[in-house]
C-alpha cells in the first residue's frame, strides 16, 4: 500500500489558517489517531446519513465518538436537519473545543459545516467525504450550506475544516452514475488547470485520456493520483481567493448552463455532475462561437467528456425560458450572468460580455 498524499491548504486570511488534506487508503480504520491529531476535542459528533451508516459505521474507527445518522437525500439538507444537528450537539453537551465529523458525501458535507459554523459561533469540524465528487471538490475549501425554499445553498457561511481526510476505498460502494458526477469535477479541473496558477503543470488532460480503464476500474494508485492532483488545484485557487471575490468563480466552468439544467428539472432528472458535463460542452460550444478557441480544442474537450460517457440525453429546452432562468441564478451579478469560458488550452476566463444570440447559439 502507497504512503498517504498529504497537501496543505492555506487561507491567508486574517487568522492565517492552513489545514490538511490526506488521501490514501484504508484511512478509515486510522481515523481515531488521525482526528485526534488535528483536534483537541473531548466530544467527537459523527454526522453521517442511512447509507453510509450501514455501509460503514463499523470501519470508520474513532472511540467513543458519539453518531447522528441522518436520513439520506438532498431534500433533507434543510433547516429541519440543521436542527437535528444543533440538537444533537446540546443534548450531547458539546464545548466550544469539541468536533463535529462530516461523514458522508456532499450533502452530510454542506450540512455538518454550516452547523459546525453556526454552534456556539463555531466548533471545529472535520470532513471524511465518501463521494468522488466530495473528496475531489465539496470537502475542499468551506463552502457549507443547507438548501432553502427559494434557493439550493442559500443559507451557508465560508466555515474551513481542521482537516480533510479521504479514503479512496470508500469509492468502491459507490454506484456508476455517482462516480461519473464526480468525473464530471473531475474532468472540469483538467479544462482550467492552467488558470488555477498551481506552480506546476501535471498535465491532467493527459492523464485522464491515458488512464480511463484504470480510473473506472478504481485501480487505487491512480485515483489517489487523480484526487491528489484536483485537491491541489482547488486548494491553490482557494488560498488565493476564499470567499469567491474573483478567482474562485473558475470552478464553476460549466455551471452556469448546469444550475439552470437543474432548476428547470426540478433536481429530479440529472445528476449535478451530468448537468455539468453538458453545462461544460455548452461553454465550449460559447467559446468556439466568441471565437476564444478553435475547431481543434473544442473537438478535444468533447472528446474527453464523450469518453467518459457522463452525458444523459438532455431534453429540448424552451430557449427564452432556459435564457430567464439563467438571470435567477445567485451567481448573476446586478443583472449580469457571469460565464466561465474557455480561452486557450486549458484555460478560462470570466466574462459576462455575452449576447442573447449566443447563448441561443447553443441551446
Ligand atoms: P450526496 O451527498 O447526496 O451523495 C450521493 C449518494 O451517494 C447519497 O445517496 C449517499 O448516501 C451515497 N453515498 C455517499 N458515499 C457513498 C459510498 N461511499 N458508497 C455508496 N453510497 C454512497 O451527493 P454528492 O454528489 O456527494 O454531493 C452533492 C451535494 O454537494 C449537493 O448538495 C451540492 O450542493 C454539494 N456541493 C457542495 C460543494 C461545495 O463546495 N461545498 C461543491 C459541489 C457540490
Ligand atoms: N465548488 C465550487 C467552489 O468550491 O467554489
Known amino acids: 500500500m502507497k504512503q498517504p498524499h498529504n497537501l ?4 491567508p486570511s486574517k487568522t492565517a489558517y492552513s489545514y490538511d488534506i490526506i488521501i490514501g487508503e484504508e484511512l478509515l480504520s486510522k481515523a481515531d489517531d488521525l482526528v485526534k491529531r488535528y483536534s483537541k476535542a473531548q466530544k467527537f459528533l459523527i454526522v453521517t446519513n442511512e447509507t453510509i451508516a450501514r455501509l460503514y ?10 453518531w447522528l445518522v441522518l436520513k ?24 466550544r473545543q469539541d468536533c463535529l465529523i462530516a461523514f458522508g458525501g456532499g450533502v452530510i458535507g454542506d450540512m455538518t459545516g454550516f452547523a459546525a459554523a453556526s454552534y456556539m459561533r ?15 471538490d465539496s470537502s475542499v475549501g468551506g463552502k457549507v450550506a443547507i438548501n432553502h425554499e427559494h434557493g439550493k445553498n442559500l443559507i451557508g457561511a465560508f466555515y474551513q475544516p481542521k482537516v480533510v ?39 491532467l488532460y493527459e492523464f485522464l485520456k491515458q488512464n480511463r480503464q484504470k480510473i473506472f476500474a478504481l485501480d487505487s494508485a491512480v485515483v489517489s493520483e487523480l484526487i491528489y492532483m484536483c485537491c491541489t488545484l482547488k486548494a491553490c485557487v482557494v488560498s488565493k481567493d476564499e470567499t469567491e471575490k474573483g478567482l474562485r468563480a473558475i470552478l464553476n466552468l460549466g455551471h452556469t448552463f448546469a444550475h439552470t ?12 455532475g451530468e448537468a455539468v458535463a453538458t453545462g461544460m460542452k455548452m461553454a465550449f460550444k ?43 441564478d445567485k451567481k448573476a451579478q446586478g443583472g449580469k450572468v457571469r460565464f466561465v469560458l474557455p480561452k486557450r ?12 444570440e449566443q447563448v441561443f447559439g447553443v441551446l
Open 8 to 11: 496543505k491548504v492555506n487561507i
Open 57 to 66: 459505521k463499523d470501519s470508520l474507527n474513532i472511540e467513543n465518538a458519539i
Open 72 to 95: 439520506d437525500g438532498e431534500e433533507y439538507k434543510n433547516f429541519e436537519t440543521l436542527k437535528q444537528m444543533i440538537d444533537a450537539c446540546v443534548e450531547n453537551r458539546l464545548e
Open 122 to 136: 463555531g466548533i471545529d469540524f472535520i470532513q471524511i467525504p465518501t463521494t468522488l465528487l466530495a473528496q475531489v
Open 165 to 203: 481526510i479521504i479514503d479512496t476505498n470508500v469509492l468502491k460502494t459507490l454506484d456508476l452514475r455517482q462516480l461519473k458526477t464526480g468525473l464530471a469535477e473531475v474532468l472540469k479541473y483538467a479544462f482550467i488547470e492552467k488558470s488555477c496558477g498551481y506552480e506546476k503543470d501535471f498535465g
Open 261 to 272: 439544467i437543474e432548476n428547470l428539472t426540478n433536481y429530479t432528472v440529472y445528476t449535478h
Open 286 to 328: 460559447l467559446s468556439l462561437l466568441k471565437t476564444f478557441i478553435d475547431d481543434e480544442y473544442y473537438n478535444k474537450a468533447c472528446e474527453l467528456i464523450d469518453e467518459y460517457d457522463l452525458i444523459l440525453p438532455m431534453q429540448d429546452f424552451d430557449k427564452e425560458k432556459f435564457y430567464d432562468e439563467m438571470f435567477l
Open 345 to 356: 488550452l486549458y484555460e478560462v476566463e470570466i466574462t459576462s460580455d455575452v449576447t442573447k
